[in-house]
């Protein structure tokens, strides 16, 4: 699949975004639930948990990464590829791994481009941002005006 004109600028962008995160440095940020465990389960056997960063509180992976959505997707089946997926790899679905505290989105999956089971929320397939550096990193917020994390009902925060 050739890349578009929009896909090569936000590959662009992408790249200006990682540079910039190396010089500037993070940003902190904390879990909302607490790191020992919920009901027998610890935080990272939960497929999805909330996480507080600077736009409030957010959806992240069990590794504490931010979770976003390509509006361009919807609820259809994950459009970003290639080049795209190269920037913001999608997050495969983790078999029988409950959501989190104070998670109240529908978890799912939806099959990726490479065949494999890609999460979705809500109905939307996710994604990760390549500038995320630490955990609770929202650098990807908001990028091209299509990129945007998720709040804890599933709902992009604009």
Same mark, same amino acid.
């Given at each position: ?75 259809? @089946? ?20 409950? @959501? ?33 550096? @630490? ?24």
């Amino acid at each position: 699949m050739q890349p578009t004109g929009r896909t090569v600028r936000i590959v662009r962008l992408v790249a200006t975004v990682l540079v910039a995160a190396a010089v500037l440095g993070g940003c902190s940020s904390s879990d909302d639930a607490a790191p020992t465990s919920n009901g027998g389960l610890t935080q990272s056997e939960f497929s999805v948990r909330v996480r507080t960063t600077s736009v409030g509180k957010v959806l992240v992976d069990r590794s504490g990464r931010t979770l976003y959505v390509y509006t361009p997707d919807g609820t259809g @089946a994950p459009r970003c590829t290639d080049s795209c997926a190269g920037a913001w790899p999608p997050v495969a679905a983790e078999k029988d791994l409950p @959501a989190g505290k104070g998670v109240t989105a529908k978890v799912g999956q939806v099959k990726g481009e490479s065949g494999d089971p890609q999460l979705t929320v809500a109905g939307q397939p996710v994604y990760r941002f390549g500038g995320d550096v @630490a955990p609770g990193d929202v650098r990807g917020q908001g990028q091209g005006g299509v990129w945007f994390v998720l709040d804890p009902t599933g709902a992009p925060v604009r």
